[in-house]
């Protein structure tokens, strides 16, 4: 079983939707999310950052962890044709490397 | 603010050849550095990790290496080319501490003929 899970996709939905994308995850120490955003042939963009559990907002996007279930969501308002790529999330935990653990990443189209 | 860069764009390599990636970071001091490889419709995998100058953490037993020369330039290495060595090479950064998020590069598409 994968540290992380996430559904690869792909997701497609009209513009203006509201999207909800999801990873599960299996190790309760961890402790620091984080959604990323990556284009087509670029590397992937820093998008939300959230520790321990509850919800973050900025502007379009909401990040949701919930520690009890080990669920994490992101969603995204009013969705736009350049919100198109694929969004990975990863975590990580308070012992251990300084390092993150990624999900697959969901590819997602939004159609105009 | 902090740049990473990371060069070349694209790349094609015959078999057996040797290979050099470059990754510098901008505007921070001592951060952690790491090589991660991407394959199409699958995650990130790590190769190595730096914490320091002349310190790498390996991940995964392979035909690369890596190496820090510098506190902000990091090096992905091979000898000799294989085939599956081909891939998405992405640089990333981070501040030292637990739980810090990574920046990265725009990666380095690697072809092998």
């Known amino acids: 079983q994968k540290e992380v899970e996430q559904d690869p996709g792909p997701l497609s939905v009209p513009e203006g939707a509201i999207v909800s994308l999801n990873c599960t995850y299996s190790?309760?120490?961890?402790?620091?999310f984080m959604w990323y955003r990556q284009y087509s042939r670029k590397g992937p963009e820093l998008l939300m950052y959230?520790?321990?559990?509850g919800n973050k907002e900025d502007g379009r996007f909401t990040a949701q962890v919930d520690k009890s279930s080990k669920y994490i969501s992101l969603f995204i308002r009013d969705s736009q044709p350049s919100d198109s790529a694929t969004y990975l999330c990863?975590?990580?935990?308070?012992?251990?490397?300084?390092?993150?653990?990624f999900g697959q990443g969901t590819r997602l189209t939004i159609n105009p | 603010s902090q740049t990473i860069h990371q060069w070349p764009a694209t790349l094609v390599q015959p078999v057996g050849s040797p290979l050099s990636l470059e990754c510098t970071v901008e505007?921070?001091?001592?951060?952690?550095l790491y090589w991660y490889r991407q394959a199409a419709g699958r995650g990130l995998q790590l190769l190595f990790y730096?914490?320091?100058?002349?310190?790498i953490s390996s991940e995964v037993p392979q035909n690369l290496s890596a190496s820090r020369p510098q506190d902000r330039q990091f090096i992905l290495s091979s000898k000799k080319l294989l085939l599956s060595d081909s891939g998405f090479y992405l640089c990333?950064?981070?501040?030292?501490?637990?739980?810090?998020?990574?920046?990265f590069g725009d990666g380095t598409r690697l072809s092998i003929l």
């Open positions: 190790n309760s120490a961890f402790q620091y």
């Open positions: 959230t520790y321990s559990s």
């Open positions: 990333a950064w981070s501040r030292q501490g637990i739980g810090q998020p990574q920046h």
């Open positions: 990863a975590m990580s935990s308070l012992g251990g490397a300084q390092k993150l653990v």
């Open positions: 730096s914490v320091g100058i002349g310190q």
């Open positions: 505007g921070t001091s001592n951060p952690n």
